[in-house]
């Protein structure tokens, strides 16, 4: 491709961002107007047109998806590779600098990243130990205000308390003694990377003059939701030599929760030097129909920075508003609508479902299933969450690192191996007194017979089994490693002998790690095959669903919709309390943010929005009945055509498409009961007859598998 090949897809406005030579630029635009289209062609410009080499240039997507997509788009485009190329979020690229330059960084080699769920559980280990009241001081709490003074820059140290502030003291104890645990055994959290990348800048001049020489070009997409401290980082990195070309939208920031500033566009202009701002005004995604509703709603917020969008497409069909009975009604609706596109010719992965609350997706997910049609949830539970999955990992980090509190916390007594709580309480206490890890704690406590007999053998006979464990390890393929870890501590057995049908799925996952492990392409020599492997699943917020080759109708929360779009779109659940959540009630600057979250789900629509709501539903367990959301309202009425089936009902399930359990008796979608776990929905099955099985969803206990023979289900 050539310089004009890439110029030429573009319009005047786009054209000058993707060729200016200005210093700095600020790409100021609303939703669809090819903000991502110009950084995209900007790097091949810079690349074709000024001959800078890929590695000469640094770019930050919001999200993992976000940067697979852009390196295959400049793949594409420009017949190269681009491994090796700086192409990340905030948190991966923070975290390469820091394997690269653990040392200036202040960090043992094999640091490991912690998650939040980690994180909780060491933040309530701490909270433990200075004996705080759980009920009152919520170990959550403390961690959002941890990660809140970390997204400020700020350390425990520089942090001031006022006199007679308990509230801040209490916190800043905790952060102390958080950091004080995390640096022992060489953890870093999210927020740390950040923090850590940042402080790198400032205490090695070497490290960041030899970054200041490599990169010639930065560029930022979704820059409307940087916090604090990735604007600094950004700054500093910048210096006065590094040209930084940043695309925003202010109408489209929904991070404020998270510490993300808005004001940060402003300061850009500011900040950086000579900075040129080009405005793109055309929309290309959508039609005039759907621009103009989000044109009307985002108009009712304040101070905003005043953007223009038109489109020269079609005016397209009306907004279809439709009010359903309850929230089953309402999935009912949505499932028959995109039944009917997909049956015009569409393929299913051309609709997508956005919500405001993750709670909001079971009731969707029934009707899907009954219907028979494949869906995928992003941002739902990942395979790498899974509870067996974390245990294998944690004793892979331990093979690693024996230093990491966190996987021993985790799998010290999983499988159970007779280490209780007192036992673990003894060696936390030495931990903290003598300032050592756990590890090293549980072979003092050993060394110097702190413990009665039993409790010393059962912690003698962990060590040993990690030891062990580890023992031939460097010969083994990655593969091989992952499975006879698996195996040597235990964790297959132990699912193999779990009652139920849970256990076989926990071990078929524990299976699919060893897949995992044998599809995972190390990056250089520098760390271990292992190392990267960890680093890689705990990075990897893997945005989707493992199983995501199949054509699947999208389903997620308006969050995480953000830079995407979709021919078809439903907004569902569009009550007030629902969105606007209930939360953002009171505050101003909240309501403002819901605002914008809902201007972001509109503008993910090419063809055609539905908007819905259930004027009753039961959700969290109980009923509640809200008014049609105020956005619904801030629409020109005239874009809208209401389609009200007054007392419609759910459709009885006979109706709709069933899939039978062969010689079962059952069907998918079916209402059932089981003596123990109640009223459920059967979602699933694999086999036949007497080798079925099921699996129920629950109302009261959620998602089981069940043989069905033993289970003895009764069809309601
Ligand atoms: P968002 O704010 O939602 O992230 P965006 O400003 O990044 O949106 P893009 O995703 O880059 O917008 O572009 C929106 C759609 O318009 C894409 O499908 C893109 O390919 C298309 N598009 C952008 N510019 C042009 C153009 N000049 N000609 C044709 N199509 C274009
Ligand atoms: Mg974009």
Redesign the pocket.
């Known amino acids: 491709m050539d310089v004009s090949d890439i110029l030429s897809?573009?319009?005047s406005a786009?054209r000058e961002a993707v060729a200016a030579e200005s210093d700095n630029l600020l790409v100021l635009?609303?939703?669809?107007?090819?903000?991502?289209?110009?950084l995209v062609h900007r790097i091949a410009w810079l690349i074709r047109a000024q001959g800078l080499s890929p590695h000469a240039i640094l770019a930050v997507t919001f999200t993992n998806k976000a940067a697979k997509e852009m390196r295959s788009r400049i793949e594409e485009m420009m017949n190269i590779s681009t491994r090796g190329m700086w192409v990340g979020t905030f948190h991966g690229l923070a975290h390469r600098l820091l394997k690269a330059h653990w040392k200036e960084a202040g960090l043992p080699q094999n640091f490991q990243i912690l998650d939040a769920d980690d994180q909780l559980r060491l933040v309530k280990r701490v909270c433990r130990e200075l004996d705080l009241d759980e009920s009152r001081w919520p170990p959550k709490q403390a961690m959002w205000y941890i990660n809140g003074q970390k997204d400020e820059g700020l350390r425990a140290a520089h942090i001031e308390v006022p006199h007679g502030d308990l509230y801040g003291q209490t916190m800043l104890r905790v952060y102390q003694a958080y950091e004080t645990a995390c640096n022992r055994a060489g953890l870093v959290d999210f927020a740390e990377l950040l923090l850590r990348a940042h402080e790198l800048w400032l205490k090695s001049p070497a490290v960041l003059a030899h970054y200041q020489g490599r990169f010639r070009q930065i560029l930022v997409d979704e820059f409307q939701d940087t916090n604090t401290i990735q604007y600094a980082w950004l700054r500093v990195l910048a210096g006065k030599q590094i040209p930084v070309v940043a695309v925003g939208?202010d109408d489209?920031s929904i991070y404020g929760w998270r510490g993300a500033k808005i004001e940060n566009i402003q300061r850009f202009a500011d900040d950086f030097a000579g900075c040129q701002t080009v405005r793109l005004e055309q929309n290309?995604?959508s039609t005039q129909t759907i621009l103009q509703a989000a044109n009307g709603v985002i108009a009712h917020n304040f101070g905003r920075l005043g953007k223009e969008l038109w489109s020269s497409g079609e005016s397209g069909e009306p907004i279809t508003l439709y009010a359903g009975f309850n929230e089953q009604d309402e999935a009912r609706f949505i499932v028959e609508q995109a039944q009917a596109w997909i049956d015009d010719g569409n393929a299913r992965s051309s609709v997508a479902v956005l919500y405001r609350s993750n709670a909001q997706s079971r009731v969707l997910e029934e009707s899907l299933i009954r219907a028979g049609i494949p869906y995928r949830i992003h941002g739902g539970q990942r395979f790498y969450e899974r509870m067996e999955i974390r245990n294998a990992l944690a004793y892979l980090r331990l093979i690693l690192n024996r230093g990491d509190d966190a996987a021993i916390e985790r799998v010290i007594n999983t499988p159970p191996r007779g280490i209780g709580s007192k036992t673990l309480e003894t060696v936390r206490e030495v931990a903290r007194t003598r300032e050592i890890s756990l590890w090293q704690a549980i072979r003092f406590a050993i060394s110097e017979k702190l413990l009665p007999a039993r409790a010393l053998g059962a912690l003698e006979g962990f060590s040993v089994l990690i030891d062990e464990m580890d023992n031939g390890t460097d010969e083994m393929l990655l593969e091989e490693l992952v499975e006879h870890v698996e195996h040597a501590s235990g964790l297959i057995e132990f699912h193999k002998k779990e009652k139920g049908e849970k256990g076989q799925a926990r071990v078929e996952n524990l299976e699919e790690l060893v897949s995992a492990a044998r599809q995972f392409e190390p990056e250089g020599e520098e760390l271990s095959p292992l190392q990267q492997f960890l680093d890689n699943a705990a990075l990897d917020a893997g945005d989707a669903q493992a199983d995501a080759h199949e054509d699947s109708i999208q389903l997620m929360t308006l969050h995480s919709a953000k830079?995407l779009?979709f021919p078809l779109v439903f907004l569902a659940g569009m009550e007030e309390n629902l969105f606007p959540h209930r939360m953002s009630l009171e505050e101003p600057g909240r309501l403002e943010e819901e605002r914008r979250l809902c201007y972001v789900g509109i503008?993910r629509a090419m063809a055609r929005l539905y908007i819905t709501y259930a004027e009753t539903r039961r959700i969290h367990g109980s009923e509640s009945y809200n008014s049609p959301s105020r956005f619904i309202r801030e629409i020109p009425a005239e874009l809208l055509q209401e389609v009200r089936l007054n007392n419609t009902v759910a459709a009885p399930v006979s109706s709709l498409t069933q899939a039978q359990v062969p010689d079962t008796g059952l069907s998918l979608g079916q209402r059932v009961f089981h003596q123990i776990f109640g009223e459920g929905v059967v979602l699933n099955f694999e086999g036949r007859g007497n080798n079925a099985r099921v699996e129920v969803h629950f109302d009261a206990e959620g998602s089981k598998w069940l043989v069905v023979q033993y289970a003895n289900l009764q069809c309601l």
């Open positions: 897809p573009l319009n786009q635009a609303g939703a669809g107007s090819g903000k991502t289209r110009v939208d489209q290309y995604r830079g779009e503008t």
